[in-house]
């Protein structure tokens, strides 16, 4: 049967790529392949083995079809996703849900064979005219636990160029892959192209996950988020198959944080986008390991993780020398960079907060772009989109944690958790236990949306672990899952809230600088060893004084007062009582399956607050919890 199929595709290949093709035994994939030639109707197909030469061929057809253009330092390529596709589209992003089946009402879903049928009829003959090209990668490591293989059918050189900046290469895997081998699959195309070399049918842009199949669908969608399918859309099936087999599929970031004694403590953190995570992984001095997704697992008692990727495709607004001077570095010196959607103008590069005027006419992602250009709704067009994006290996940056191949991964001290909250949550504080940690500020992750998602900036909403839109079980599942994990772990790894955004309640202007959350990090780290003591307040430790004030001078040379202090660490009790009742209203309306502890912690820490709030008001100084604990010392 297989054969038969195989036959009936043969035409679309030279010798040399059926043979990589059959190269490959397993049924799942050369049927899938079969499938995906006869439903897009390509003009013929490139199967990449992951030589040099195939690499290069993909650098160089990214060029020739016009999907990038070179910018003047060597290795620098540039690329456009259509006007309508520049971030992740939750209108559009649904599951595939068959009958009998059941997501929580946050998650949009599409009943399974209706949305088959729409997304196949959009694939249908989408690759006319074009060659489609299969990309064989693994997710994590290779030869590892962590590893699951998956494999990318497109019709763009830049998603197969992009994916080879971002996964590890998979082919000789695949070789090796048995019948039951779980993989993910993706199949997209960009649809029919304008001579701008972007979508034109962005009206029917979509995007389905079919968890029955560990399908990824993707049609007329360029913005790298969406037409590669291992970024959010393989973390949905990723996080299905982790709550099957007991482990956690996550949005993290992880950093290798230095310690006294040359120690080296590895975090993880989850923020929702543009909050703050990749410009924390890349902290100076530190090293980064992961800066979007990871996988953890017990590994005979310890707790582990690895980056799911190999390389950044990372926000490049307000990326400047003096706040993220790694990363700008990479930017402006030779290597494999692919910019998204900044302005272009004499084969250079440029985007909004880089530190530097910016031309007032170029190339942006709405075509020739002059001062003053509008959109079809009158609104001001500009110079470079607020999530433009720049795509590198991690192996480019100086810093690049040694151990990001390491098939074993790294321990996990700790686990921290941050959105954009101006009014209640302090900069920095540790969960009072795991579960305290892991509900009050991963469940109750609150934050304002950004433009990561198209059309959401400026709303509040709460970001569950900074995973929410990509929670492909139920939450309450999600959760308990989570709660579960360390029931067998040997070492608990530490929880933390950190929270770069908290304002003045009066004039709203943040009260840290960007370098502070170096400060927070160094005193996690800290406590993760026991080096530093902390005060117990009603929302977690909080740290003293004097811990930071000694880490201020000696990692970022300021002179912290006390003053500061004592209005970052201020309790402030009422706008810790609303957020936990809004998010308690979110919960009670979304998590009908609620494990039991996510009420109790909340209701717990309600009732820490208003005991506060009734014996010392409604604002409280740190230095109010700290005597209060000196005066309970026997
Ligand atoms: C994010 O927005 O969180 C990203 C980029 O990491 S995307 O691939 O769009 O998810
Ligand atoms: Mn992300």
Redesign the pocket.
């Known amino acids: 049967m297989l054969e038969k199929t195989l036959e009936s595709i043969k035409a679309k290949f030279d010798e040399i790529n059926f043979k990589k093709l059959i190269a490959i035994t397993y049924p799942k994939v050369l049927s899938f392949i079969a499938e995906a030639v006869l439903l897009c109707n390509p003009k013929d197909v490139f199967i990449c083995s992951d030589t040099e030469e195939e690499i290069d061929y993909i650098r160089r057809m990214a060029i020739k079809s016009g999907e990038e253009k070179p910018l003047r330092i060597k290795g620098h390529t540039y690329h456009f996703d259509g006007y309508y596709d520049q971030?992740?589209d939750r209108d559009v992003t649904k599951f595939l849900v068959p009958k009998n089946d059941h997501l929580s009402p946050t998650i949009a879903q599409i009943e399974r064979q209706k949305g088959l049928a729409e997304v196949k009829s959009l694939l249908k003959d989408s690759m006319k005219d074009k060659t489609l090209i299969v990309r064989f990668l693994t997710l994590g490591p290779a030869n590892s636990i962590f590893s699951i293989l998956c494999m990318e059918c497109t019709d763009s050189w830049y998603v197969a160029h992009s994916v080879d900046l971002l996964y590890r290469q998979g082919y000789k895997e695949f070789l090796k892959a048995r019948p039951d081998t779980e993989i993910f699959i993706t199949l997209h195309s960009a649809g029919r192209l304008d001579k701008n070399m972007t979508s034109i049918d962005y009206d029917k842009k979509r995007i389905y996950i079919d968890y029955i199949k560990n399908t990824v669908y993707s049609v007329n969608t360029q913005?790298?988020?969406n037409s590669i399918g291992f970024?959010?859309l393989a973390l949905r099936l990723a996080i299905r198959k982790a709550h099957r087999e007991g482990w956690l599929a996550e949005?993290f970031m992880i950093i290798g944080v230095k310690g006294p004694k040359k120690r080296k403590t590895y975090l993880a953190g989850a923020f929702p986008?543009a909050c703050g995570k990749t410009s924390t992984a890349m902290l100076p001095s530190e090293t980064i390991l992961a800066d979007?997704i990871a996988y953890v697992r017990n590994i005979q008692g310890i707790c582990r993780a690895v980056n799911v990727e190999k390389g950044i495709?990372g926000i490049i607004h307000d990326i400047n020398p003096k706040d993220d001077p790694l990363i700008y570095k990479v930017l402006t010196s030779p290597a494999e960079v692919i910019f998204s959607n900044v302005l272009v103008k004499d084969k250079r590069p440029y985007w909004l907060g880089m530190g530097k005027e910016l031309p007032k006419e170029g190339i942006n992602f709405s075509g020739n772009w002059y001062e003053q250009k509008r959109d079809e709704k009158g609104e001001l067009i500009l110079p470079a989109h607020k999530n433009a994006r720049y795509t590198v290996s991690l192996k480019a940056l100086d810093n690049c944690d040694p151990a990001l191949d390491d098939p074993r991964g790294v321990e996990l001290g700790g686990i921290m958790f941050g959105g954009r909250d101006y009014r209640a949550y302090v900069p920095v504080q540790e969960g009072l236990s795991w579960e305290h940690g892991i509900i009050a500020y991963g469940a109750c992750l609150e934050t304002e949306t950004t433009f990561?998602i198209v059309g959401q900036e400026g709303r509040y909403e709460i970001n569950i672990m900074s995973i929410q839109d990509f929670i492909s079980i139920s939450l309450g599942k999600y959760l308990k899952n989570y709660l579960e994990f360390v029931k067998s772990l040997k070492k608990t790894p530490r929880v933390f809230g950190v929270n770069y955004f908290l304002t003045n309640l009066k004039t709203n202007k943040f009260l840290n600088s960007r370098q502070d959350k170096h400060i927070w990090i160094k005193w996690i780290e800290l406590r993760i060893h026991n080096d530093v003591e902390a005060t117990p307040t009603p929302t977690g430790l909080i740290p003293k004084y004097k811990d930071l004030k000694r880490l201020f001078k000696r990692v970022l040379n300021k002179d912290y007062t006390e003053d500061s202090y004592l209005e970052q660490f201020t309790l402030r009790v009422n706008e810790n009582l609303a957020k936990l009742q809004r998010v308690e209203g979110f919960f009670r309306k979304n998590i009908p399956d609620a494990p039991k502890p996510l009420f109790e912690v909340i209701q717990q820490q309600r009732e820490r607050l208003l005991k506060a709030k009734k014996e010392f008001g409604d604002y409280i100084s740190p230095l109010v919890f700290e005597k209060k604990l000196k005066l309970h010392k026997p």
């Open positions: 971030g992740r913005y790298a988020g970024k959010k949005h986008s979007d495709f990561a």
